[in-house]
């Protein structure tokens, strides 16, 4: 196992405990991307985790990386749209807008504006490093790497420290990210003064769910659930899902990856092992397990899709509930600024 996911893992359990012994200590912050409708990938690894902490009592911040958008690309299309969709996904599934903060980093430019002294404190060689930006540019449609492709790790550190989070729940793949965000939080602090937390990954222990075709879940491989999507349409996706012959049903994730992780998407939707789950369905085959994973899911998704269904219909709310976190966010930024503008001598 890699020793830094290894250590990152630990660190989670450790700040775990403290977060239940004294959950209003913590912020967390945390985003995604406005591409398109999140899905049960995204609630599994970390929408539920993120509705877990707030109801803790933690300070939650949720960002929408709408600057994010164009590192890959060169237009960020439908771009209100997904700001809207993404937050009415982020409602439907438990985000309490009187409780946490849910906001366009396009809407901080106080955020923004860190970006600058926090590129001075990486080198190029650090950010050429980065396995997941190195990850992200082969997988990238554009010809040429722009310079936000190349430092947006950075814009993420500003995304983090603008608002001094402690925790960032993230997947492994981001670890990265977080690592970059840390050493410019200790560098700052060394050059000019405390002025930032160095913030810690807070891993989640999903387990990984898989698309219906055997890859990473994901909207644009038209393998992914979205908590939006019908029950009709979850029905034809789920039952396209690859499997095998064997009419025993059991949970072996490595030497059955298809019915495995059928099973374990019911099992998660029904809040149960998966295990005691495979066992139900025995000796039924691809077919009985198919019925199951389609009721299981569309039985789960329900209360999320109609509380989703009546915020779509009130897009004047959703907008006001993004212009509010918008304006608690730059309040925020507005004072972490003054305060990195005085440690670095800036105001006269
Ligand atoms: N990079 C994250 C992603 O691609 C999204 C993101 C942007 C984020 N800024 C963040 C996540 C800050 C955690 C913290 O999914």
């Known amino acids: 196992m890699d020793p830094v996911v290894e250590a990152a893992e630990r660190r989670t359990r450790d700040l775990e405990e403290r977060v239940a012994a004294d959950p209003a200590a913590f912020r967390v912050l945390t985003g995604d991307r406005p591409t398109g409708p999140l899905h049960l990938g995204h609630y599994f690894g970390t929408l539920a985790n993120r509705v877990r902490l707030q109801r803790l009592g933690v300070d939650v911040f949720v960002l929408i990386a709408d600057y994010q958008v164009l590192t890959d690309r060169d237009v960020a299309e439908r771009l209100p749209e997904h700001a809207l969709g993404l937050a009415a996904d982020y409602l439907a599934a438990g985000i309490d807008p009187a409780r946490a903060t849910v906001f366009r980093h396009s809407a901080v430019p106080e955020l923004n504006q860190l970006m600058l002294p926090f590129l001075s404190l990486v080198s190029v060689a650090e950010l050429r490093r980065n396995p997941t930006v190195k990850d992200e540019i082969a997988a990238s449609s554009q010809a040429a790497v722009s310079g936000l492709m190349f430092t947006y790790p950075v814009h993420q550190a500003a995304d983090i420290l603008f608002c001094k989070a402690d925790l960032v729940p993230v997947g492994k793949d ?175």
């Open 174 to 348: 981001q670890l990265p990210h977080q690592e970059i965000a840390r050493t410019v939080a200790r560098r700052f602090n060394e050059r000019y003064g405390p002025v930032f937390p160095v913030p810690d990954a807070l891993l989640s222990d999903a387990p990984n769910l898989l698309g219906t075709d055997g890859r990473k879940m994901s909207k644009s491989r038209g393998n992914a659930i979205a908590l939006s999507a019908t029950p009709d349409d979850t029905a034809r996706l789920l039952r396209r899902a690859v499997t095998d012959a064997d009419r025993r049903i059991t949970y072996e994730p490595d030497a059955r990856p298809g019915v495995s992780n059928l099973v374990l998407l019911a099992a998660l939707c029904q809040g149960r092992d998966p295990h005691a789950v495979a066992a139900d369905v025995g000796d039924g085959g691809a077919a009985a397990l198919k019925k199951t994973a389609i009721e299981s899911v569309n039985e789960f998704l329900r209360p999320i899709r109609a509380r989703r269904a009546d915020l779509a219909a009130d897009p004047a709310y959703l907008r006001r509930v993004l212009a509010e976190g918008n304006e608690r966010a730059r309040a925020v930024a507005a004072r972490t600024l003054t305060e990195v503008r005085e440690a670095m001598a800036m105001v006269a």
